[in-house]
């Protein structure tokens, strides 16, 4: 009762404010949970580890090493003397949910606890009714939630620039505003989705360092109630082309020998197409973007370098084909 | 495997095309497989039946008493002299919506099988959560059956107009062209959803003569193979008031004291809005409207009549209100 009572004021400026990162374990959670913890926030990471489970089950493993989400949480307080409280569960369970929101008293949800992978969706039957089911249901429930224990709260949803598809105008921010046959709206940016992901080959980049950054500027500047915000969140655009020339020139700046190659596209949009889309909302906010600058790609390099002995060579082609998906699961052998 | 090979003929202009109406026990499907069997098509309903469950659960019945399925079927052959097969079972159970495909062979698919009702989405979580997953998996998994065992297959899926919401510019059906910033692309009508069930207060009406209608004409007109059509579905618009006051007139032609009152909206969306969705690619394909004329709100006032020991009028009143949908599931008592 009386840390409940505590609780109720944490929104004084005084107070840190608490922010609960659904899927706290994956890539984007993870950096962002230790960069709010940092900036002094309460953090509690909620995650079902199930990304963990599906690379187990393709076989797949990172470039780099990742710990357990138990031992990176202790190391992160014998580094910092800071806590970061964890919730191990799959918010499509709603009583687990329930108990997690009951306990933390969130002021901040931030939810990237989806299945993120469009290939993945596009594997086999199967996965593709997993991701829409584990992606609606979850965020559904993460609502209802917030609307029953703590409708104060404001909610970080990540979704994909994929959903506007590439469209040959400009991609707005979230609405646009239509004059037809002589009268005006302004509606929600129409989507055209690729994938059971809804992703399409994306062309705007961003550096993990402005994913958090973006992610606090929305914290620190929270909607008003009711408000539904949206931001394209990127900093840069390249064509895959583009971005093959960048890194090979960092690369022969290392001294290694580097070959572009073309493969079949296997997704099913065009080659070519117009893509110009807007972000002007976030650096109204304050982003400070990190530029795709030749050290950045040096240092990533660097990491290839490191870990080259952990490379799965078979893991690097396009395996999965937007057309040829059907019912039968995949079975996946050594 | 004869059978089989007689079905692959079934395209030639002489054999009746093979007819799957998936939500064949419900008020569309029910008048659509009827329909269909009569003009000359051979028939099968899919249907869970939930939707009897439904109105059992809520303590709810029809207005005019509905059949068991199985004696509408016995009764439509006793009539007509036609079979329709019928296949019950739930569309999400994937082994199940197999074996319906394999055993029947459709040509083409109607697909009505949905919760259909923006109320009962907006009771609690777990309506909502189902409402969810019944429409979108069916709906993936009508699309994988295809695919997998009958690839020539057409399919007519009804959708609502509801998705659109109220836009302050013309409706257009399924897409709009957008000029922005000097280019131009067409792109899908931007969606605007109100309910769980993604309806909002439909302005357009349609009689269900003309729903079968719509739907014989989509089949006997295929789209080309892999080509996606919207049609949007009505004849006619009107305000609620305006209904009000059909009502009004068709009831003191027959004698009745019709008083109208109006109710506080458990809707979300303005009481006053422009409306104006475009209609006309069905009229284009052939569809002769029936616009709604004293004659049929004389005869649907006369089924009223008949059947008025069966009003209950604890039902009429809106019971479920948009802003007060919660996580706690809705125990109904007697
Ligand atoms: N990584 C990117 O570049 C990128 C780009 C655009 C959008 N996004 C979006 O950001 C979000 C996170 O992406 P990511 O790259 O960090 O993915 P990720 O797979 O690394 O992390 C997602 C985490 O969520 C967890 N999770 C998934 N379903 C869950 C459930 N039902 N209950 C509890 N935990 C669950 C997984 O175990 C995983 O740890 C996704 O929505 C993704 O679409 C990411
Ligand atoms: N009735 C209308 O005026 C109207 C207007 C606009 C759109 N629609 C659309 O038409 C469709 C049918 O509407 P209706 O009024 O006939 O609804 P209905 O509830 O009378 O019929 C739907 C039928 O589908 C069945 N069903 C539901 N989920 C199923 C599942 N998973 N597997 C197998 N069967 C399942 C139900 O048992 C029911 O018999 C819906 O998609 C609805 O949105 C109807």
Redesign the interface.
Known sequence: QSSSDSRQNSSEPSKPKRVMVIGGDGYCGWATALHLSNKGYEVAIVDSLIRRLFDQQLGLDSLTPIASIHNRLRCWRSVTGKTIELYIGDICD?EFL?ETFKSFEPDAVVHFGEQRSAPYSMID?NR??FT??NN??GT??VL??I??FRDQCHLVKLGTMGEYGT????IEEGY?T????G???T??????ASS?YHLSKTRGYLDIRDTVQCVELAIANPAQPGEFRVFNQFTEQFSVNELASLVTKAGEKLGLDVKTISVPNPRVEAEEH?YNAKHTKLIELGLEPHLLSDSLLDSLLNFAIKFKDRVDTKQIMPSVSWKK????PKTLAA
């Open positions: 709603f329930s039957r593709a009714v829409q089911h609606v249901i559904l429930n209802f939630a609307k029953e469209p040959n105008i400009d646009i239509i004059t037809h046959n009268r005006t709206d509606l929600p940016f129409p989507k055209q059971f117009y998906i059907g019912v039968k």
